[in-house]
């Protein structure tokens, strides 16, 4: 897989993510410690696209 595909992929997994979080936010009955993992992932996909894109 080319670093191009590569950065594309997690930015889609960052967004899917990105989507989840929006919608389980609106769900009053939502889990919070499942909010905050998705969170963490986004945060470590965002991490990850950073030091790629600098790399």
Known sequence: MSMTSHLQ???RKHQVLSEK????Q???GADG??????KKQK???KEEI???SHA
């Open 50 to 52: 950073a030091r790629l």
């Open 26 to 28: 609106r769900n009053p």
């Open 33 to 38: 410690l499942t909010i905050a993992e998705m």
């Open 9 to 11: 992929e997690l930015r």
């Open 43 to 45: 945060l470590r996909l």
């Open 21 to 24: 979080v929006e919608q389980a």
